[in-house]
């Protein structure tokens, strides 16, 4: 009974939460799932920040004035490449975990993964370009 004891011991992390985001000492699939979660969370984060943004429009002409102003400062644009980042890797990377979990590219899942990152990061740049210049 004690040996079962400290197998569940070692096998259950003591902060679980924490342990959802190490990738030490792991493969590239952990790193790519972790950082799928972290996108996650943020794009949830995002969509509430969103909404409290828009009720700025609730205001009337005053808070769409606010609104503009806001929407045009560096710091706005900068979280729109972050958010633009997000959507991209989580969608892309969301591709790949399906595909897989269909049983489709399980094999060539490095380079599913490296070649879904490629075509990414040339949407972020193209994305990112049009957010500055418009």
Not at 12 to 34: I, T, Y
């Given at each position: 009974m004690?040996d079962?004891q400290?197998t569940?011991d070692?096998v259950r992390?003591k902060?679980?939460?924490l342990?959802?985001?190490?990738v030490?000492s792991?493969k590239?699939g952990?790193?790519a799932?972790?950082?799928?979660r972290?996108?996650?969370?943020?794009?949830?984060?995002?969509?509430?920040?969103?909404?409290?943004i828009?009720s700025l429009?609730?205001?009337?002409e005053?808070g769409w004035?606010?609104?503009?102003k806001?929407?045009r400062?560096?710091l706005?644009l900068?979280?729109?490449?972050?958010?633009?980042?997000?959507?991209?890797?989580?969608?892309?990377?969301?591709?790949?975990?399906g595909?897989?979990g269909l049983?489709?590219?399980?094999r060539?899942?490095?380079g599913l993964?490296?070649?879904?990152?490629?075509?990414?990061?040339?949407?972020?740049v193209?994305s990112i370009?049009l957010?500055?210049?418009i």
């Amino acid at each position: 009974m004690q040996d079962v004891q400290s197998t569940q011991d070692t096998v259950r992390p003591k902060r679980p939460l924490l342990a959802w985001f190490d990738v030490r000492s792991r493969k590239l699939g952990s790193w790519a799932f972790a950082l799928n979660r972290l996108t996650g969370l943020g794009l949830v984060l995002y969509l509430f920040l969103h909404l409290v943004i828009l009720s700025l429009l609730l205001r009337g002409e005053a808070g769409w004035d606010a609104f503009i102003k806001l929407a045009r400062s560096p710091l706005f644009l900068l979280m729109d490449a972050v958010l633009i980042f997000g959507i991209i890797y989580h969608g892309l990377n969301g591709i790949r975990v399906g595909m897989v979990g269909l049983g489709y590219g399980v094999r060539a899942q490095r380079g599913l993964f490296w070649t879904l990152m490629v075509i990414g990061a040339a949407l972020l740049v193209a994305s990112i370009w049009l957010v500055f210049t418009i």
